[in-house]
């Protein structure tokens, strides 16, 4: 699975380090309006810090299979 590293941000690529800077400049109030969009999938994305486990990169706020950046089905 490949991580997405960046995204559409009101018709512009940016990467996640640039999404996490401003969604973390945003108040909360206004962090629900921010648009970023899988730039693959045209869908709905929200940036994720880094971990100890993993890089910081865009999740799919609603899965999307059809796409390459979705997360894979974890089976428990």
């Given at each position: 699975m490949a991580?997405?590293?960046?995204?559409?941000f009101f018709?512009?690529?940016i990467s996640?380090?640039?999404?996490?800077?401003?969604r973390d400049g945003a108040t909360p109030a206004h962090r629900h309006a921010l648009l970023f969009e899988c730039d693959k999938c045209g869908?709905?994305?929200r940036p994720r810090a880094a971990g100890d486990k993993h890089v910081a990169h865009f999740v799919?706020?609603?899965q999307n299979?059809?796409?390459?950046?979705?997360?894979?089905?974890?089976?428990?």
């Open positions: 991580l997405a590293l960046q995204c559409k018709g512009h690529i996640v380090d640039k999404a996490l800077a401003v869908k709905p994305v799919h706020i609603r299979p059809e796409c390459c950046y979705a997360e894979p089905t974890r089976e428990y």
